[in-house]
């Protein structure tokens, strides 16, 4: 049955709302897709940053190979909306974990990572006891400090365990450092990105002593570009560059904001004062300020639960009460976590509504 709301005016949205521009969208698949075929590069999306297993059939149909997960919940929702090849970018060392992904296991290859010895011999165990075969990926630290075989010698010593074992299966090298994607100056961010390809290889080149690599996987929005320049990563694990926001366009610039919160003008109670709805309950909040798409005069002031306030600092035409504009995240991701639906919107027509189904 077609949703009551497709082809509505933007106005006639309930708010606040998770708005998505077609457009906008379709420019910033076909960037990173471009981008990655360029160089060769096999593009598996992080689907963290939309949840949305609609959306990720619309990167596999440009060309990504597969997707990647944060939760198990995600892995859940893109197997069944049929994505078959799904990497959790995540160590899984619970019994309740591994089961979901072992009943996944019947419709999808679902990859995890491990990077203990504790966490493989359980994972083993496991495996083993249900009968079934995980594939899994050793987390190498890059540089970010978070987790990982803290060392080339840990990344072989860890890959000869799964070798070892009787029911991993050996799926490659997990290498992510979220810092490098946030460096304004380019300079730095190549500097950090390099010592992040230096550190990935020199764990590769110890592990190809033992066996082949399947793939060497990792790099965000802001680091791509440069991961796939120096060359040792085999995928591409980009997940912001779908929506973008006000932290990342002046980052990666190639990637505009298309993921927007609709707020309405709930009161204006003084002549420089706009309150919207469309607070700390429906945004992310812990990057840079948001915006007010088209009303550049409007700045940030502050978040309440439902409520965000906006001071005038210039001339210029404003919103009238009741008016619904659209606010630009500094986050995309944290703020698609707090919606269930989003509407995607051409020439201010609704002409989709996708649940956001990847918890
Ligand atoms: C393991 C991993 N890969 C890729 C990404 C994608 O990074 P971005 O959202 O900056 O594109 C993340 C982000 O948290 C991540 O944790």
């Known amino acids: 049955m077609t949703h009551p709301l497709i082809g509505k005016h933007i106005q006639d949205l309930p708010t606040p709302a998770l708005v998505v521009d077609w457009p906008l ?3 910033n698949l076909s ?21 949305c297993s609609q959306l990720a ?28 090849d799904i990497l959790i970018a995540n160590q899984l060392v619970t019994p309740d974990k591994l089961a979901r992904v072992a ?26 006891e249900k009968h079934v075969k995980f594939e899994v990926l050793v987390e190498v630290d890059c540089g970010g400090g978070r987790c990982g075989a803290q060392s080339p010698a840990e990344a072989l010593q860890f890959t000869q365990m799964v070798l070892d074992s009787t029911s991993l299966r050996f799926g490659g090298i997990q290498a992510y450092n ?26 590769a080149e110890q592990v190809r002593t033992l066996c082949e690599i399947p793939r060497v996987s990792g790099a965000g929005t802001g680091s791509s570009a440069l991961m796939m320049e120096y060359g040792t990563l085999t995928e591409i694990q980009s997940g912001t560059y779908v929506y973008s926001d006000t932290t990342y366009r002046s980052l990666t610039p ?17 002549p420089g004062r706009f309150i919207m709805d469309g607070g700390l309950k429906s945004m992310g909040t812990e990057f840079s300020s948001p915006e007010v798409n088209s009303y550049p005069q409007l700045e940030f002031q502050s978040y309440s639960e439902e409520h965000v306030q906006w001071n005038v ?33 051409e020439n201010e027509t609704v002409r989709d509504v996708w649940p956001i189904d990847g918890f």
């Open 31 to 51: 960037a990173m897709q471009a981008a990655a075929d360029s160089y060769g590069k096999a593009l598996r999306p992080h689907v963290k940053t939309h949840k």
């Open 57 to 84: 059939r619309l990167q596999l149909e440009k060309g990504a190979i597969g997707v990647t997960c944060a939760t198990v919940g995600e892995a859940e929702a893109m197997a069944a909306a049929g994505i078959r």
């Open 313 to 345: 600092t210039g001339d210029g035409p404003l919103p009238r009460l009741g008016q619904k504009v659209l606010l630009v995240p500094s986050h995309v991701c944290t703020t698609v976590n707090h919606h269930r639906t989003c509407y995607v919107v």
């Open 103 to 128: 009943a996944l296991l019947e419709h999808a290859n679902v990859k995890f990572v491990v990077d203990s010895a504790a966490g493989i011999t359980i994972a083993d165990q496991f495996a083993r």
């Open 178 to 203: 979220g810092s490098d994607n946030y460096h304004q100056s380019m300079d730095e961010r190549a500097r950090r990105c390099k010592l992040s390809d230096e550190k990935t290889l020199a764990a």
């Open 25 to 27: 969208l379709q420019a």
């Open 254 to 270: 190639q990637y505009q904001p298309a993921l927007f919160v609709l707020a309405a003008v709930l009161s204006q109670p003084l």
